[in-house]
């Protein structure tokens, strides 16, 4: 009889650390304050999270702000969902919708961005949007442990040049009479 009790508490103990480590692990700051640390991005959430673990983990938010002061970036009112197999070697699969981000003073009406992250890498399957008359159309990596990240490639068309880099202030010319 005594070894069973033993047994029981040794059996409930390890079910208390597991869930402990488990709430740290899913914890929604936690979670937040990683994500800066690493990429510099600070992400305000609006709206009340919602999470779900059957079938898979699957984190969703409908309003959300994400931005950098470093490269002037800014997402509003986006809505992210991210999805994880309970596989342990499985990327997070990152899907983000917003109607409106500037980057370096161009707006991106309609970004959708869909994203795998696995071992510090961020592989942008699929990055669209409109930026001024044009469509924008990207895919690549990220490389979060380098210096440089790099995109692959990308779309564009119907983008005049000079209104880019006038938005972005990279360069401002004028005609020439």
Request: aromatic letters at 14%; proline letters at 3%; glycine letters at 4%.
């Amino acid at each position: 009889m005594k070894k069973f009790f033993i047994g029981f508490f040794s059996i409930i103990f390890i079910c208390l650390i597991i869930f402990f480590i488990i709430i740290d692990k899913f914890n929604v700051d936690t979670i937040l304050f990683n994500i800066e640390e690493q990429t510099g991005l600070t992400i305000k959430l609006k709206d009340v999270s919602e999470w779900k673990f059957y079938p898979s983990i699957i984190y969703k938010n409908q309003n959300i702000i994400i931005t950098n002061k470093k490269n002037s970036l800014q997402i509003r009112n986006a809505e992210v969902i991210i999805k994880k197999s309970y596989w342990p070697m499985s990327p997070f699969y990152i899907y983000l919708l917003s109607p409106v981000a500037n980057y370096k003073g161009m707006e991106i009406r309609h970004l959708k961005v869909n994203a795998k992250y696995w071992s510090n890498i961020i592989n942008i399957v699929k990055l669209s949007g409109k930026i001024v008359d044009g469509n924008l159309e990207l895919s690549g990596q990220f490389d979060l442990d380098e210096a440089q990240p790099f995109i692959d490639k990308g779309k564009f068309n119907n983008m005049p040049l000079n209104t880019l880099l006038r938005q972005s202030k990279v360069a401002n010319w004028e005609r020439v009479n």
